[in-house]
């Protein structure tokens, strides 16, 4: 709903095609200048380590542009702290804004003992 009011384009890729590619979460947020994106902390890790694998591999094979990209929202389960780190750097260094990663949590998380 944020999107519509907001007037936006929102991106939809299909689960299965990102948990088998990671990476293509970052190629198309570059790909259509995403500037707010939404990940559940499995994907943020998914994608930090995604990262690290391909940069040992060959460190100039990620030449992503993600300077249009202000926050990623993550939520819906735990945010790992560990996790977070690894992934706001990644980001950061592709050029998307200091402090990229929010983690959050929503009404799932704060009504599981009721």
Excluded: W
């Amino acid at each position: 709903m944020h999107a519509l009011s907001r007037g936006c384009h929102q991106i939809h890729l299909p689960a299965v095609t990102v948990l088998e590619n990671p990476l293509l979460y970052l190629e198309k947020i570059a790909e259509y200048s995403v500037t707010n994106a939404f990940a559940p902390n499995f994907l943020v890790a998914l994608v930090g380590k995604a990262i690290e694998a391909q940069q040992e591999r060959d460190p100039r094979a990620l030449d992503l542009d993600l300077s249009h990209l202000r926050i990623v929202l993550s939520g819906g389960e735990a945010n790992l702290t560990s996790t977070s780190i690894i992934f706001n750097r990644k980001l950061v260094e592709m050029g998307a804004a200091k402090n990229v990663l929010h983690p959050s949590f929503g009404m799932t998380e704060v009504s599981g003992a009721v």
